[in-house]
């Protein structure tokens, strides 16, 4: 995740951050119930 720090520095870190949650949740949810089927 890339900061910018140019536009909006009172808003980019709030928006990384939370759109860092909603990338990231998918991942964390998908990939341990994926390995669990493939085991």
């Known amino acids: 995740m ?6 909006t520095p ?3 870190p709030r928006l990384i951050v939370e ?3 909603v990338n990231l ?3 964390f949810i998908e990939v ?3 390995t669990h089927f493939k085991n």
């Open 2 to 7: 890339i900061v910018d720090l140019k536009s």
């Open 10 to 12: 009172h808003k980019t």
């Open 32 to 34: 341990p119930t994926f």
């Open 19 to 21: 759109g860092g949650l």
């Open 25 to 27: 949740a998918p991942i």
